[in-house]
């Protein structure tokens, strides 16, 4: 019978069945400190050791500054958190990438750049965007603290089948639009619920035509519309990211690997539950206007003027009925799990060379991860935005999250390429518009939003 | 785990859609690494408000949650939390994924009703009437109605018994699992070389 690639990640790691759910073998799993401490006070609790330590990895970035590496973490809570996270990884057997070292980042931008993260595993961590990692072909999805012990325990998990969704890119994506702006379009096509217990497989000539960034910039996204996992199958665009990773297959193994690698696609006669088609050739760049992912608009439009959406407004300070573009920003923030790898860097430097930060914002580079900020220094990016009046700082979740030390007060609003723009998500009262990083680099020296296609000729 | 039967008293009404996990416990206080407690960080940023209806010293076990409640981030705070502050029973049209399973990993039930049956209760809510849940009937009682909801059956066994699913796997499936590993060796050998190496 044709299978769909998300059916043949399954049945390959189905370890026992009941009903319509299946114990599903989990191949890889990611720790970071704010999801994991009670996952390992549970292990301690019931006496249990870790199955597989080599099948983890664990990194410190939801609390970590993002400033002055070298000394001590300021804040109690976080240097306490980072500490347990690395204390109970030496009791349990499992390799932490320091803080201090080469390799540390955001946990869904070290997996992919480790070779941790391969096509046709499963893949788990204590964090929604786990589906990040679905880019590579993996079966990638975000657990709870609680299966997280579980999982380093027994290796498995529990987990009912998902239905299955395709969501077809067609054309070829416009100038100053990325694949961020088609994670929006999308959210905003189906809603913050509305491929809640889908597998969303990405496909269609636009999402072949994406780097592995911009690919793990679309899965990254795919929670936001209530999916758990979103998948890409992998191409020669994936094993010619993954060749030489330093945890990838090599040599025979490599060889090996890759035979496997090049069956994972959707077989062509296939069906899935829901189809969607867009057309990129159609999508201009968007922008986050309310509290929630879905409340996103192309960038030249009205917002709307209905009640419906008043409370989110009022939250955001914008009004009924009037133009996003020109909204006037204190804050741009580029980062994050979503955008904060090379390619991205790379697309906000391109607009940055060309000003300065406007008077009165504050704008900042945080690089996802050390591998990114060194290769981003060796093409001199650090310099552009330096010079343009940006920050350059050290890797980690930061604002995207605001759990460390950058943190935005009340009122305060901000152009940002992370993936939530709920309410506080920032900084408590904080405003957050969503969008891309040569949109957030664009509204950073101008001072308000603005169409980044009307910037770059 | 602590097990689950029967939930009866009063209902809270929060009838805000999309509410996120990022409201129900906000990121700040991820930093804390405890597991009890955290109902006094539930809802902060929202408490502030004096017509919130959800209070610290709540007492009422159900909550009658909007559509798509406990959408967003995975943290297992949210329910941690919601249990702090006594509740067991959640009622909504629809609820994030992660956390939905979540719920059932700390003894909370969650429960999906159409909008209609939801709006009804709502009402009882606020009139401050006895909801009266059984998850052995698979039905929400109140005074005017009884309502029956639907729910996977392996979820249901293991509230009922408060079943912890770690071990349970281990106990019943520790052979299933040697013997997929011992397949994955041969098919998929790249995956093991690390530990072929340490052996
Ligand atoms: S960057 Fe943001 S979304 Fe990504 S892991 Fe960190 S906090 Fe989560």
């Known amino acids: ?457 | 785990m602590r097990a689950l039967s029967v939930v009866e008293g009063q209902a809270v009404s929060l009838p805000e859609a999309d509410v996120d996990t990022d409201i129900i416990y906000p990121a700040r206080f991820l930093l804390i690494t405890a597991k009890k407690g955290l109902g006094a960080y539930a809802f902060a940023d929202r408490r502030t408000d004096p017509e919130f209806p959800i209070h610290t010293d709540n007492t009422r076990p159900i909550l009658i949650a909007g559509p798509n409640f406990g959408c967003g981030s995975s943290r297992e705070q949210a329910p941690w939390a919601l249990d702090d502050l006594s509740f067991r029973v959640l009622i909504a049209e629809s609820f994030g994924e992660i956390f939905y399973g979540n719920c059932f990993r700390n003894g909370i039930l969650p429960i999906r009703l159409g909008a209609a049956i939801v709006a009804e209760l709502r009402g009882e809510a606020v009139r401050d009437a006895v909801i009266r849940v059984d998850l052995t009937a698979q039905t929400v009682a109140t005074p005017s109605g009884l309502f029956t909801f639907e729910i996977a059956e392996d979820r249901r066994e293991a509230l009922l018994n408060g079943w912890n699913d770690t071990r349970r796997i281990l106990a019943l499936h520790g052979d299933d699992i040697a013997r997929f590993e011992q397949g994955q060796r041969r098919s998929a050998a790249w995956l093991w070389t690390k530990e072929d190496m340490d052996t």
């Open chain 1, 1 to 457: 019978m044709a299978r769909t690639l998300y059916d043949k990640l399954w049945d390959a790691h189905v370890v026992a069945e009941a009903g319509d759910k299946a114990l599903l073998y989990i191949d890889r799993h990611l720790l970071h400190e704010v999801s994991t401490p009670q996952s390992f006070e549970a292990l301690r609790e019931d006496d249990l050791r870790v199955r597989r330590p080599v099948t983890q990895l664990a990194v410190a970035d939801h609390s970590v500054p993002t400033h002055d590496r070298d000394a001590p973490i300021e804040d109690d809570q976080a240097a306490a958190q980072v500490a347990l996270l690395e204390r109970n990884c030496a009791a349990f057997g499992i390799e932490y990438l320091p803080l201090a070292g080469d390799d540390q980042g955001i946990v869904h931008v070290i997996g992919p750049e480790q070779g941790f993260t391969l096509p046709g595993i499963t893949l788990v961590c204590g964090d929604s965007h786990t589906s990040t990692h679905g880019a590579f072909g993996a079966l990638a999805f975000g657990i709870g603290a609680s299966e997280c012990s579980t999982v380093m325990a027994t290796q498995t998990l529990w987990q009912s089948r998902a239905r299955t969704m395709r969501v077809s890119f067609t054309g070829r994506l416009p100038r100053g639009v990325s694949a961020k702006d088609m994670a929006l379009a999308f959210i905003a096509a189906v809603g913050a619920s509305g491929a809640t217990g889908y597998a969303v497989e990405y496909a269609g000539e636009a999402v072949r035509a994406l780097s592995m960034e911009g690919r793990m910039t679309l899965c990254n996204m795919t929670i936001e519309a209530g999916a758990r996992t979103g998948i890409v199958a992998p191409d020669e665009t994936t094993f010619a990211y993954l060749r030489d990773r330093p945890r990838a297959p090599a040599g025979d193994d490599w060889s090996a690997a890759l035979a496997y690698w090049r069956t994972l696609s959707s077989d062509a006669d296939a069906t899935f539950d829901r189809e969607i088609a867009i057309a990129v050739e159609r999508i201009a760049p968007h922008v986050t206007f309310g509290t929630s992912p879905d409340q996103v608009l192309p960038v030249g439009a009205t917002l709307p003027a209905g009640e419906q959406l008043s409370k989110a407004m009022r939250y955001m300070g914008v009004e009924r009925g009037a133009p996003i573009v020109g909204l006037a920003i204190d804050h741009a923030f580029i980062g994050s799990c979503t955008n904060g790898r090379l390619d991205d860097l790379r697309a906000a430097a391109a607009i940055a060379q060309h000003g300065q930060v406007a008077p009165g914002v504050r704008a900042m580079v945080v690089p996802g991860s050390m591998r990114v900020k060194a290769a981003a220094e060796a093409e001199g990016l650090d310099q552009i935005f330096l010079r343009a009046g940006f920050e350059w700082r050290e890797p980690g979740c930061s604002l995207c999250v605001a759990m460390n030390d950058d943190r935005l007060p009340p009122g305060a609003r901000c152009a940002s390429t992370s993936n939530r723009n709920f309410e506080g998500r920032q900084g408590v009262g904080a405003r957050t518009h969503l969008m891309s990083p040569a949109m957030v680099a664009a509204a950073a020296l101008a001072g308000r939003i603005v169409d980044v296609r009307d910037v770059v000729t």
